[in-house]
């Protein structure tokens, strides 16, 4: 992957979801333990894994801190695919 794309979509009662629109991951690869280990992980970022779309919301107030956890966790994402 030489990219990554985060889309951040307005939600009512100004919260914000920042998602990679499912273009980070193809969960078709993945074995079941695998796609464990990878959820496991990316909900220390405080992300989730919903239809193969990689996603977290929040308040706006919280959008830098919000926005730094999903970079950091499609980055893991990324090194974590390579290694397979």
Do not use: C, H
């Not at 239809?51 to 999903?70: C, H, L, T, W, Y």
């Amino acid at each position: 992957m030489d990219d990554l794309i985060i889309y951040a979509v307005p939600l009512p009662d100004n919260q914000i979801r920042l998602t990679d629109d499912g273009g980070t991951l193809n969960t078709e690869t993945i074995t079941p333990t695998k796609r464990t280990i990878l959820v496991q992980q990316i909900q220390r970022y405080g992300l989730r894994l919903e239809n193969d779309e990689i996603m977290v919301e929040a308040g706006s107030d919280r959008f830098p801190e919000k926005s730094q956890q999903m970079i950091e966790g499609l980055i893991l994402i990324n090194i974590f695919v390579l290694q397979q």
